[in-house]
């Protein structure tokens, strides 16, 4: 039998008759479909917008690439550039300009203030593309020419200062030429952490910041020749950089990493449309239901009538279709909208300007994906229509089938579920975390539907039958046929299971970031307290009535040996699969008998017990003895500023790194570490008045330090009394977590500032950022790292102690052992140091953890040894923690506590022995918002 | 089969699942009825009368027997196929008018033929309606109209395909005796001028007595084929 019209689906949605029947239909719910389809529009509209910032973000990145960087080419290092390189340099060719930037202290003069900054001496034209913009504009120019200091506009708003105000950097007093408004390729929120200042390179030497030593972070910019490829010359000198301990970077790099960054801006920004759409669908889709519902009365009479299948399901897919297309233009209008308005709301987000235009396959995109999930979520419901029996118009009861018996529902699920799956996948990097999203939506899913059919068997199961009507009834209506149970239960479940995810997911995302607001969350951290100043610091912060929340010893430390294997041979061996900054970095340990809350006990013992044998039992942390390829029962050698010690581990323990507090690898037993040269870090929570507080009362009671020493400066070297090495340093311990794949958002550590030695003049360094910029404070309260260097007496005594107890021990050791003259002899040369023992010899032979230790470097070997150990890498990681991370060298006289030196081995910048730094306190993360982590924006460009 | 013959039903039963057994509704039913005459289908309410009604017009499947009706056995065709007999040569009048709430007299009217495929209907709908006294009403949505229009637009529309058989199931049984006295002449009327066989269920006798068959209908068994 033919038959005239068209047979299937699609053929009956080309027919006008099937258009305008569904027009007819729609009559008397016109109004609340539109109503409906407007569930779907903010999805639509986020999709949009953000598709069109991507596009947009690109091509701007794409456009202003060279004045991301500034430079073809930048050069780095944390060393003033030898001969070598500068002879490298001159081959490189085009034009250079010079950058020597690190932490420092301003001062304004009227009115009175300090703050810590980020100064920049600059020399040469730099940037070679694009401009610093400052205000006035010419300012950027006449600074060079010495014509005062550019000042973050931020910093002169704080400070209530203006441009022509005097400001003194170190021994310069100088003028403020005029604000800084902005850094090529640098984005506003860095610099609310580092303001940034820069001067002349001509003012720099009578700022007397930068002696000898003093680390700070030198950069050479080269403005490349046309025929000059930036990116191949880079890899012609990459294993010279890499010998020279040179960072590099170029357009390419630059760009390579803010496009990452802005991936994952991108991927998150577009995971909270689809959400929303997603949200929007099962709205959509529980309208339809009820519009179905409604219809079928008139869908029998129209299958009576010899209406076929196909045909009248044609009608209401049309009317779907419809809903579909009005919501995704109403989206895209209400997108491109919004869209208009994001550059200026993403401003200081993002490192350069991006102007909005318009991206119509955006905007086609994110319409065809809201059409599409609309109409698979408008479909579930509408399959019903297929369903319907002719039966229908003259029996009220006919029946329809169920649906779960319908292949289509099925198709259709499947389809909507691979829309989801697609999407999430094509989102992130990781087809992993798209997965898990799927699959949990799935879940969350199948536990709704599981409770619905739940609901519907117990409440006709279980309702009393003496109950009162209106309960009867009420749950009747949850089971008889044609209830709703399950769509609701669906519709709100999964509603209310998106949104609190999103909610989490940004909690998550912010959390990493900032502190907290939360009464026990810490939001000051003091450190470099010497043992003996921690009562002093203990009453400060007392007296100003902050909670101390936690408190920990630090001893640093480097690897020696794992499991028998010296660190040098693991490092020649480049197939140990140990990453080389787990071996070379050095290791800020505490003692503990307690663990903290951040930690969790994952296997082994705790508490550590000494047990009197020679081999100190230790717990570590999961991930690093992972990298390290230790477990429990291993062996490891330590070296312990020049002394070797023998540990076991016993216990790994889990951190939660992103916690505002110390966090450490290894942990200790007490009894161990005691007479070692430490510091303390002590954690507060400044309740109301902010970290300013603190930094003012310390700054109460220092000023005459602050105006008679220029070196009060955490830049600087303290200049100490008895010897002339003077040398301060800024260190970036940044160490590579990120490239460990699966490792946890390693934090960035923050070095901390070891003492120069001890002053007998009490003098307190804080670094309290004070009144964030809007934009930060809307991100994030900011972890806030207030460091007191405090009461300095000047004897270095808890080193002496400690070495020379080490010295007694080993020699006793020695002296056990026969035939070890040679050794002896090194022994006692290595106990040429400046600090002569002041206690017996024999007081260390009672000390347990030193008893045995045979393997030992002779002593002497610890005056060059640590150097070439040294470790400088670092990058761009933790972003607070760069911003304040702040390490002193060790002036001679206490040298076995040593520095963060350049590592570049035996060198007069380079001292021996190590800098004391906390392990690992975190900073809030440098697993940051919107996951820009490893490239941040500042590019990894700032190390210090 | 006699060509004559448009509705033929043999051994016709239907039964549904009932607790533990089967109910059966229509029990082993044969008659025909031949092309152009009227037939009444009586019985009292829950004999089977609009079940079997529904099997004869295809939209609903027998257990066991066959009905072929213009020539075609329904058994043999699917969902669509019936459907597509049913829109060329069945005419439906229901109980409760069943118009569809959202289109106008008019619109509902033009239906059966825009399901066709056909356009330019309207003026044949128009005409239909002016012949069952509602040429006034053509824009009127069901709601509008009282129950007594209502079914003489579902009059008009039952005819505007121009069936071979018009199926009404109880067309009074909603309506006051005057309106469905006008009602069941515009019915007769319509289908003497257009000759078409009219399959009729009713308990009201006087009206079957109208039709030249009456077929009594008791427990879903034919008590007499007069
Ligand atoms: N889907 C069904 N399931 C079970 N019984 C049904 C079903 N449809 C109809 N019946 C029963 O069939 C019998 C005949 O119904 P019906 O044909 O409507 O009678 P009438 O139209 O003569 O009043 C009734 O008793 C009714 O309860
Ligand atoms: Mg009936």
């Known amino acids: 039998m033919s038959n005239p019209t068209s047979p299937n689906l699609l053929g009956h949605l080309f027919s006008s008759w099937t258009w305008l029947m569904a027009w007819r239909d729609s009559r008397a719910s016109r109004r609340r479909l539109l109503f409906f389809s407007c569930s779907i529009v903010l999805g639509i509209a986020a999709l949009t917008a953000i598709g069109s910032l991507g596009v947009n973000l690109e091509r701007a990145l794409e456009e202003q690439a060279k004045s991301l960087l500034g430079a073809d080419l930048v050069i780095g290092s944390r060393h003033t550039f030898t001969a070598e390189e500068e002879k490298m340099f001159t081959e490189i060719g085009g034009e250079q300009s010079r950058e020597v930037s690190f932490p420092s202290m301003i001062h304004f003069v009227n009115p009175a203030g300090a703050r810590l900054v980020q100064v920049r001496a600059l020399d040469g034209r730099f940037p070679f593309y694009g401009a610093l913009e400052t205000d006035p504009p010419t300012a950027a120019e006449a600074f060079r020419k010495g014509g005062g200091a550019l000042v973050e506009q931020s910093l002169l708003t704080q400070f209530n200062a203006k441009v022509g105000d005097t400001i003194k950097l170190g021994e310069l007093t100088t003028r403020v030429a005029g604000s800084l408004l902005k850094v090529p390729g640098e984005t506003v929120i860095f610099a609310t952490i580092a303001p940034r200042v820069y001067l002349p390179m001509s003012d720099l030497p009578s700022t007397g910041l930068l002696r000898e030593g003093s680390l700070a972070r030198h950069r050479v910019s080269f403005k490349l020749p046309e025929t ?35 991936d994952n801006l991108y991927s998150y920004l577009n995971l909270v449309g689809f959400i929303a759409l997603l949200l929007g669908g099962v709205g959509v889709a529980s309208a ?5 519902k409604q219809k079928l009365g008139t869908v029998a009479v129209l299958r009576c009538l010899g209406g076929s299948i196909a045909q009248t399901f044609a009608v209401y897919v049309a009317q779907g279709m419809a809903l579909g297309l009005f919501g995704a233009l109403l989206g895209a209008v209400l997108g491109v909208a919004i869209q208009a308005a994001l550059p200026q709301v993403l401003a200081d987000l993002i490192p350069f300007e991006f102007e909005f235009r318009t991206s119509w396959w955006a905007v086609a995109r994110a319409m065809s994906i809201g059409f599409f999930i609309c109409l698979l979520f408008a479909l579930l419901p509408l399959l019903a229509v297929r369903r319907v029996s002719p039966l229908a118009a003259i029996r009220v009861s006919a029946g329809s089938q169920t649906s779960s018996r319908d292949p289509l529902t099925w198709i259709v699920a499947g389809a909507l579920a691979a829309g989801v799956l697609g999407f999430a996948l094509t989102q992130g990097r990781d ?182 044998t020679d081999v100190i039992p230790i717990s570590v942390e999961d991930g690093i003895a992972k990298e390290l390829q230790i477990g429990l029962g291993d062996e490891v050698i330590w070296d ?29 037993p007490p009894g161990a570490l005691e007479d070692a040269p430490s510091m303390h870090v002590l954690v507060a929570r400044e309740i109301q008045r902010g970290i300013r507080t603190v930094a003012a009362r310390n700054g109460e009671r220092i000023p005459q330090r602050v105006r008679h020493r220029p070196d009060v400066n955490p830049a600087n070297a303290r200049h100490h009394p008895r010897t002339d090495r003077v040398r301060g340093s800024v260190h970036g311990d940044v160490h590579g977590g990120d490239r460990t794949a699966g490792s946890r958002g390693r934090v960035g550590d923050r070095a901390f500032p070891a003492r120069a030695g001890k002053h007998s003049a009490p003098n307190a360094r804080c670094v309290a950022p004070a009144d964030f910029p809007r934009v930060v404070r809307r991100v994030c309260r900011a972890g806030i790292v207030v460091g007191v260097d405090g009461w300095l007496a000047g004897d270095g005594r808890g080193v002496g102690d400690f070495r020379v107890r080490l010295q007694g021990q080993l020699r006793a050791n020695r002296a056990a052992a026969a035939g070890r003259t040679r050794r002896r002899a090194d022994a006692d040369r290595g106990h040429g140091l400046p600090h002569e023992p002041r206690r017996d010899d024999s007081s260390a032979a009672g000390n347990p953890a030193l008893r045995g230790v045979t393997s030992v470097l002779p002593a002497a070997r610890w005056k060059e040894k640590p150097a070439s150990r040294c470790r400088t890498r670092g990058r761009c990681k933790g972003f607070f923690a760069d911003a304040l991370m702040i390490s002193q060298k060790r002036d001679r006289r206490s040298r076995g506590r040593s520095s963060p030196c350049g590592g570049r081995g035996p060198s007069p910048r380079c001292g021996p022995g190590r800098g004391i730094c906390a392990d690992r306190i975190p900073s809030g993360s440098s697993q940051t918002l919107f996951g820009w982590r490893r490239s941040w924006p500042c590019g990894g460009q700032y190390q210090y | ?126 005409r239909l309606l002016e012949r069952v006294g509602l040429g006034q009403r053509l824009g009127h949505y069901p709601s509008q109209l009282s129950g007594g229009e209502q079914q003489r637009v579902a009059l008009a529309r039952a005819f505007i395909n121009r069936p071979k ?62």
């Open chain 1, 228 to 262: 000059v490829d930036a990116q191949k010359l880079v890899e012609k000198l990459k294993t010279k950089f890499d010998e020279n301990r040179l960072t590099h970077n170029t357009v390419e790099d630059r760009k390579r990493d803010l496009g990452r960054s802005m």
């Open chain 1, 640 to 668: 312990v500023q020049g002394v070797p010690m023998k540990t076991r581990v016993v216990s790994l323990r889990e951190v939660d790194w992103r916690r505002v507090q110390p966090n450490f690898f290894v942990v200790f």
């Open chain 2, 165 to 226: 058989v018009l199926f009404a199931d109880e067309p009074t049984g909603n309506l006051d005796a005057e309106t469905g006295h006008l009602v069941i002449e515009n019915l007769f009327a319509l289908n003497a001028s257009l000759g078409t066989t009219l399959v009729l269920v009713t308990h009201d006798m006087e009206l079957a007595r109208r039709t030249q068959r009456v077929i009594r209908l008791k427990g879903g068994a034919v008590v007499n084929g007069e």
């Open chain 2, 1 to 126: 089969m006699n060509p004559s013959v448009i509705l033929e039903v043999k051994q016709l039963t239907k039964s549904y699942p009932n607790g533990s057994g089967m109910l059966t509704v229509v029990k082993d039913i044969s008659f025909q009825i031949e092309s152009g005459s009227s037939c009444a289908i009586v019985g009292p309410s829950g004999s089977g009368k609009t079940t079997l009604l529904g099997l004869c017009a295809g939209l609903d499947q027998p257990t066991s027997g066959e009905v072929h009706l213009a020539g075609t056995n329904l058994g043999a065709l699917g969902e669509d196929g019936r459907a597509q007999v049913r829109n060329e040569s069945v005419g439906f009048v229901f109980q409760n008018f069943q118009l569809i709430p959202t289109l106008t007299a008019v619109e509902n009217v033009m239906v059966p033929l825009e399901l066709r495929g056909q356009k330019l209907v309207r003026d044949e709908a128009v």
């Open chain 1, 288 to 292: 339809i239901h009820v519009h179905v």
């Open chain 1, 431 to 612: 087809w992993r975390v798209g997965l898990g999203f799927a699959g949990g939506l799935a879940l969350v899913f199948a536990l709704l539907a599981a409770t619905a059919k739940g609901l519907i068997v117990a409440t006709r199961k279980f309702t009393p039958a003496n109950a009162p009507f209106t309960v009867r009834q009420g749950l009747a209506n949850l089971h008889r046929p044609n209830n709703r149970t399950l769509l609701l239960l669906l519709s709100l479940g999964l509603g209310t299971f998106l949104m609190s995810s999103l909610y989490l997911v940004q909690q998550t995302l912010l959390t990493q970031l900032i502190s907290s607001d939360r009464k026990d969350q810490p939001n000051a951290i003091l450190f470099d307290i010497q043992p003996d100043q921690r009562e002093g610091v203990s009453n400060l912060v007392h007296s100003l009535k902050l909670p101390i929340l936690d408190e920990a010893p630090i001893v640093t430390m480097r690897l020696n040996s794992l499991k028998g294997r010296t660190v040098e041979s693991i490092l020649t061996n480049k197939n140990s699969g140990i990453p080389n900054w787990t071996l070379r970095r050095e290791y800020r340990c505490t003692y503990s008998d307690r663990l903290r809350d951040s930690e969790k006990l994952i296997a082994g013992t705790w508490p550590l017990k000494t047990n009197g």
